[in-house]
């Protein structure tokens, strides 16, 4: 797959919650193919002080209208920037970049689990699930009410699974603590969120012997395997995230 | 039509761009971009005898108009590479250049007989500015009586173009330039990264595994030109600049102070093309400025 670096116009910047917006973006070239579990390197214009592109996941493609679209968690001063992007702006891209989920084999159960922004690769890997023939399950993990983000869009893949921090929505406590994992029902489980759900849902996994890939969010300089900066301990030596991730498969990893 | 080329000795380059080492990967990573051909050279990652692992994660934290980086020369090893690199690399229509690394001074002897062998690597850089490792890099590049063995001795065994990389963490980089050239180094390439650090104070703890590592990008231009500058006055080997370049109006800022040819680095991690139309950049400034040959500007401020 052909990797590109071209400026895609923003159709639109919608706000879910305080600190979480999805950027709509459209080129003027045919959008290339593209996999769920890829990224793509933003940059951000204006500041010395954000001078490298942010890994940003690919979060729902649009092939007909020749759209997708990033959900874009504000955690600093680039993401905060790309925040204040309005109807019409350009940003430039190197996209699509990484390595992909794979696919369950024929019959087998999958559980999508994310928590927090994330959700953000997840959408577009329940939705290539669902075209390809499964039913995927959902497992979405938020701090409170007000936190849960894409609750509808997820519904319209499989069944959505809910867990608050506080309980305001759902079952209460951590993805990894919800009733629908107290009786191992699946076959293969992907995990996107912060490092802390990755390990506790990969310790899950390892212990029920289910197959489960983590996407990872490795600090990046280039992207496209040219700094070996965001590397990654596994079996295999150092890996780049960039380029051999930033999808794994846990036992590949030394956690 | 401008004449853009340059020689170190008898080796001819088409334009005086090439990539900084460490920074371009082995130029496959860069094919979706850009036509590497174009370019007048590229300087491939760090190699050492043996493969390795380089330093632990984080080796990477920016700060502002830079980054600092401890990768640690993390690469497969010569074997590795005369084996799967090579074949492809000796495809490009491009002086293609391998970085060398050890930590003995034997090590280096080492590498540089087994690159002598293949054909088509016209060059070496010596690196001894490495800031990233605990034995050799470094250590060869700020101490004279170090730096002078290991030119001598990888001279000895090297009859292609030698080209030694130098350190900007010294008091006065024009000894280590002059050691070179006295040693018969081809050309010298300056300047390998500052030695920095940074606090992450979310967590409180040195944002990088190795608590200090190596600073690149625009933070370092004005510290890269002036050594340049100084190093170019006093030596009559070729100089390339390396430091912060971006864009075309700095590769000149160089030219200008007295650099044969530049390396363009932390630059490709943003623009992945950055390289290529630097060169295109500095062929239109000189035909704006009606200068047929590049060597018109080369050094212009360091004449009377
Ligand atoms: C492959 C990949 C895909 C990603 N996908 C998304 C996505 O779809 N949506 C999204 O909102 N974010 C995503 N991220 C994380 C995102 O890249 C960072 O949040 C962003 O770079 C922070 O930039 P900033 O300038 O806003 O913050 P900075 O000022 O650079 O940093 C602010 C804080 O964020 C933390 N941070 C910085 N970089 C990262 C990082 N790479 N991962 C985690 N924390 C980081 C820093 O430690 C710091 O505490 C992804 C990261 C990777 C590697
Ligand atoms: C991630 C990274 C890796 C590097 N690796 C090497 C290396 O292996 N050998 C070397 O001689 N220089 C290495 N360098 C230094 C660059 O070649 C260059 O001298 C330096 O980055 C300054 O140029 P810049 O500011 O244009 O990046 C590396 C730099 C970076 C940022
Ligand atoms: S971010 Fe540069 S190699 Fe992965």
């Known amino acids: 797959m052909t990797k590109r670096i071209e400026d895609l116009k923003i159709k639109g910047n919608k706000r879910l919650n305080k600190d979480i917006f999805i950027l709509e973006l459209s080129g003027n070239a045919k959008i290339p193919e593209m996999k769920p579990g890829q990224f793509a390197q933003v940059k951000i214009e204006g500041s010395p002080e954000t001078f490298l592109r942010r890994p940003i996941s690919i979060h729902d493609v649009d092939y007909e209208n020749n759209t997708f679209k990033l959900l874009i968690q504000i955690a600093g001063k680039g993401t905060d920037t790309l925040s204040r992007l309005e109807k019409g702006d350009f940003l430039n891209l190197i996209y699509p970049l990484g390595n992909s989920f794979s696919l369950p084999e024929k019959g087998e159960r999958s559980l999508l689990v994310g928590g927090g922004c994330g959700v953000a690769p997840l959408l577009f890997l329940a939705k290539n699930l669902k075209s390809n023939g499964y039913t995927p399950d959902v497992l979405l993990g938020y701090r409170n009410i007000e936190r849960i983000i894409e609750y509808q869009e997820f519904s319209q893949t499989g069944k959505v699974f809910l867990t608050t921090e506080d309980g305001s929505k759902g079952e209460k406590g951590f993805v990894t603590d919800h009733s629908v994992l107290s009786s191992p029902s699946y076959d293969m489980i992907y995990c996107c969120g912060p490092d802390s759900m990755l390990k506790a849902v990969a310790g899950y996994c390892k212990k029920n012997r289910i197959r489960c890939e983590v996407s990872l969010e490795n600090l990046m300089g280039c992207g496209i395997g040219a700094c070996l900066c965001c590397i990654v301990e596994t079996i295999r030596g150092n890996l780049c995230t960039c380029t051999d991730g930033p999808v794994f498969n846990i036992n590949e990893l030394k956690w | ?304």
């Open chain 2, 1 to 304: 039509m401008v004449n853009l080329g340059f020689s170190i000795g008898d080796l001819l380059f088409k334009n005086p761009v090439l990539t900084a080492s460490g920074t371009f990967g082995y130029g496959t990573e860069f094919e979706d971009f850009m036509d590497v051909s174009k370019l007048g050279g590229i300087i491939l990652k760090g190699t050492t005898l043996e493969p390795r692992e380089g330093n632990s994660y984080p080796r990477m934290a920016e700060t502002p108009s830079g980054m600092l980086n401890s990768v640690g020369l993390q690469n497969r090893g010569i074997d590795y590479f005369e084996k799967n690199i090579y074949p492809h690399v000796s495809g490009y229509n491009t002086n293609v250049i391998v970085n060398i690394n050890g930590n003995y001074v034997d090590d280096y002897v080492a590498l540089a007989e087994r690159i002598e062998k293949l054909d088509k690597i016209p060059a070496i850089e010596l690196n001894i500015s490495c800031p990233n490792v605990k034995m050799g890099g470094m250590a060869f590049g700020t101490n004279l009586d170090s730096a002078r063995e290991v030119i001598k001795a990888v001279r000895a065994v090297y009859s292609k173009k030698l080209i030694v990389k130098l350190s900007p963490n010294v008091t006065n980089i024009v000894d280590f330039a002059r050691i070179a050239e006295e040693e018969g180094a081809d050309s010298v390439s300056l300047i390998n990264t500052l030695l920095g650090m940074s606090v992450d104070i979310k967590n409180m703890k040195p944002s990088l595994s190795t608590i200090t590592g190596g600073l690149s990008g625009p933070a370092i231009k004005p510290v890269a030109l002036r050594m340049v500058w100084q190093v170019a006055k006093s030596v009559k080997i070729p100089v390339i600049g390396i430091g912060g370049i971006m864009n075309t109006s700095d590769a000149i800022e160089f030219l200008i102070a007295g650099a044969t040819a530049v390396q363009i680095g932390t630059a490709s991690f943003i623009d992945p093309q950055a390289s290529v139309k630097i060169v295109e950049g500095i062929r239109e400034y000189l035909a704006d400025k009606k200068f047929s040959d590049i060597k018109e500007i080369i050094g212009l401020i360091n004449r009377d």
